[in-house]
């Protein structure tokens, strides 16, 4: 059995797990990320639990995933906005010089696609697309196993494209970027704006939706219709053979994802209009994506 | 030296030709495609043309390009609007058992993207979309050589991305589709609308616009807005090395392209800015492109 060292990098907590081929999360240790202190402080901590993992010289490599674009082809982080000092920074090579193994790095969303792809919803299936639907929204894209990354690591980033004209400039983001129409963030906006401030989640509209609040009903229909027109236009893009949706709002996928899928067959070709939409399998996608991204990377 | 069968399959014409590595075209036959006297017919005008060609048997392979989608995991048709009969017909079987060749099929827009990575625009890129802009709007993404074709061979079709929130119906596509909106037919349907029936094509529209007439230059414009605005939704989803554009309509590269990438940049990360946008180099890329198929199958 070969087993990978993954390291799941997120801008509050890391953490450094030893993963085999099915998924199995054989060892487990979670640390702050120190990500105020600065890039050198977080690759030594990261180096430090690393080097706690039984069995380390006989892993088959380390695999990385960090919320941010990774170039891929350079082996540099291209933006990582909650990780200050990690733009340019090469996390991939200092850590494969000090431990002598093969290091891979992507983003988290296309890392937690791979997860999806390999061992979840889309195991089996030639093109996978993944999208979490959480606080933001992001994608990725698993062609034959491997991950699309693209040029400078924006492959995925679906969160700003643009799919309302009229839409308002919330953020970085394009106007009308679905992100900002669609998210968890703007669920729970649109929630406050609409029921009151009561609403501090996007669950909790959910919640209402579940109790029949014609507000929260409305408002779920919406974000759907805007997700579901970003999907076709990923669609037309790469034809998957499955869209899975994962990340906390899918929690409730009973109560819209038959929406998404209503909205979405309205807005694409006849012979694609029956892509499967499925919810994600994975518990620990982001975990088990990074080992497998050394998986994939190597065979 | 490889050699390669390639057989550009039209609604009106049919090419078979003999095609070397590089692209050069050793022997190039021309003939109606009889599409309206049915599936078979067509099948044995191409095979008579197949069997002109010279050293045949020594050749790697058939590759064919056809208007339509092309399912390649299940080696069928899976619609070609053009050619009446051929949903679900398979013509990749009858042909390898006819000549006992290996035989690959796909969309002529994902083809001629295939061309312009290997051999044109592209060549050298890792990722490589190629935009067809003529009558019709099409797309193909290329990845490492490989043509991403789809699910049913859907991967491309760009056309029906959705730009406008207020676009009308026209045709089976979205309303608001990037080919209602800024298709050559859609230029020269708004050339009819503003300047007047001496409009008959796109290119009457690029021609007002060299002589900087204001109607010509707004239609120009907002096309110029549009295809933007589908290149952006491409981008979030693959994030390219380079979009090459080519189609009738690329002829007047130097009049569109600036505008486009003006409006491009608007709607994109910063670093995502910079991705290339280039008129595609090929004078064949249909012909050509169908027989580097066989050679990226067979690599």
Redo the contacts between chains.
């Keep these: 059995m070969s087993y990978y060292i993954s390291v799941d990098l997120g801008g509050t907590n890391v953490r450094v797990a030893k993963v085999d081929d099915f998924g199995n999360i054989l060892q487990d240790l979670k640390s702050p990320s120190f990500a105020l202190e600065g890039a050198d402080r977080v690759t030594e901590n990261i180096m430090a639990m690393i080097e706690q993992i039984d069995g380390l010289s006989a892993a088959k490599g380390i695999g990385i995933g960090i919320p941010g674009?990774v170039d891929t082809?350079n082996r540099v982080i291209?933006?990582a906005t909650n990780l200050p000092g990690f733009r340019g920074y090469r996390l991939f090579d200092k850590l494969e010089a000090k431990f002598h193994l093969p290091t891979f790095m992507d983003n988290d969303a296309n890392v937690a696609a791979l997860a999806e792809a390999l061992l979840g919803a889309g195991q089996g299936l030639?093109?996978v697309y993944y999208i979490t639907h959480s606080t933001g929204i992001g994608?990725g894209?698993v062609?034959d196993g491997k991950v699309?990354?693209?040029?400078?690591?924006?492959?995925?980033?679906?969160?700003?494209?643009?799919v309302?004209?009229?839409g308002q400039k919330y953020n970085y983001l394009?106007p009308g970027a679905v992100e900002n129409e669609a998210s968890g963030t703007a669920i729970c906006r649109m929630g406050q704006e609409t029921i009151g401030k009561e609403i501090t989640s996007a669950a909790d509209v959910f919640a209402k939706m579940r109790q029949n609040d014609p507000r929260a009903i409305a408002i779920i229909d919406r974000a759907s219709y805007y997700i579901a027109?970003a999907m076709?236009?990923?669609?037309?893009?790469?034809?998957?053979?499955i869209f899975v949706i994962g990340g906390g709002c899918a929690n409730a996928s009973d109560l819209y994802f038959p929406l998404i899928a209503d909205y979405y067959k309205t807005?694409?070709?006849d012979?694609?209009a029956d892509?499967p939409i499925s919810k994600a399998q994975l518990d620990e996608p982001g975990v088990i994506g990074a080992a497998m991204l050394v998986k994939s990377h190597l065979e």
């Excluded at 699309?148 to 643009?162: D, F, H, M, Q």
């Design positions: 674009a082809y291209t933006i030639p093109i994608g894209l062609i699309v990354s693209g040029r400078r690591g924006y492959a995925g980033e679906i969160a700003n494209i643009i309302r004209d009229d394009n027109k076709a236009a990923i669609a037309h893009v790469c034809d998957p053979h807005m694409v070709h012979l694609m892509i």
